[in-house]
């Protein structure tokens, strides 16, 4: 009998996939022209918070983070302190966790053609706070990201930044390494998160030449998935070390920190 019930649950889960894309989009799409037209700060966070609360419901998504981790956030979040996010980046559907669990949260996202079908625009990615890399025009983004930071005050969002690529660890276990600069550039105090996953069959396996495609459909492929954010303390760069040197601390801290989780 339970083995009947596991596989009217398998396949309830296979056939619906369609019509969950499809609630996924519409809600997407309705969120991000509902956010445009609000004014009211409070009221963006409450909407951007709700659409993908019932986008993760609808995937069979549960984040836990623990009450610690999430005051640790809104602390930060509700002092003038110049910090910049740094999180670890192997699927697609990060950037809707951190949305998710965190209000104010503003993502730096490589532009892509599938944006333009979201209506997730220049316009919206600002209104949040984040910041759209385009890959003609990448060297304004240090600047960018120096402005935005520099400028932060009380209640502002906070910038946050993936320093790997979308793409699973070299070794088993740990976090994808760290390829990128970017964060670490200006030598902002950086607030590590870090989101683990319960295996690893969402990774995006973009060096197997895994298209994206394939990798968002099996997204819908679980059932009752759980996903655990911890929220770490804050790190702060050394006079006497290099970009390169802080962004390798900043992953070796971060790496140790995901092994215990």
Avoid: W
């Avoid at 993760?56 to 610690?68: F, K, R, V």
């Avoid at 333009?116 to 600002?126: A, G, Q, V």
């Avoid at 385009?134 to 930071?149: G, H, L, S, W």
């Avoid at 954010?229 to 070796?252: G, L, M, P, T």
Wanted: aromatic share 12%.
């Amino acid at each position: 009998m339970d083995k009947l019930k596991k596989l009217i649950k398998l396949f309830l889960i296979y056939t619906s996939v369609p019509l969950r894309i499809v609630f996924v989009i519409i809600i997407m799409i309705i969120g991000i022209a509902i956010v445009k037209k609000t004014k009211q700060e409070c009221n963006i966070i409450t909407i951007m918070s709700s659409a993908f609360k019932i986008m993760l419901y609808i995937m069979s998504y549960n984040i836990n983070i623990s009450d610690g981790d999430y005051k640790k956030y809104m602390n930060y979040l509700y002092s003038d302190r110049k910090i910049i996010c740094v999180f670890n980046h192997s699927t697609l559907i990060d950037g809707h966790l951190l949305f998710t669990t965190f209000p104010r949260m503003g993502i730096i996202l490589l532009k892509q053609k599938v944006y333009d079908y979201l209506n997730y625009d220049d316009e919206f990615n600002k209104k949040i706070g984040g910041i759209f890399v385009d890959k003609e025009k990448r060297t304004c983004v240090t600047n960018k990201i120096k402005d935005i930071v520099s400028n932060r005050k009380i209640g502002d969002p906070i910038l946050s930044i993936a320093p790997s690529a979308c793409r699973p660890p070299d070794e088993k276990n740990n976090i994808s390494k760290f390829i990128k600069t970017g964060a670490f550039v200006n030598k902002f105090d950086i607030l590590p998160i870090l989101i683990k996953y319960e295996d690893d069959s969402l990774y995006y396996n973009c060096d197997n030449k895994e298209s994206i495609s394939h990798a968002y459909l099996k997204l819908f492929l679980v059932n009752n998935y759980n996903i655990n954010i911890k929220v770490c303390d804050i790190i702060n760069a050394n006079d006497n070390e290099d970009i390169d040197q802080y962004r390798n601390r900043v992953y070796n801290i971060m790496n140790e920190q995901y092994k215990d989780m």
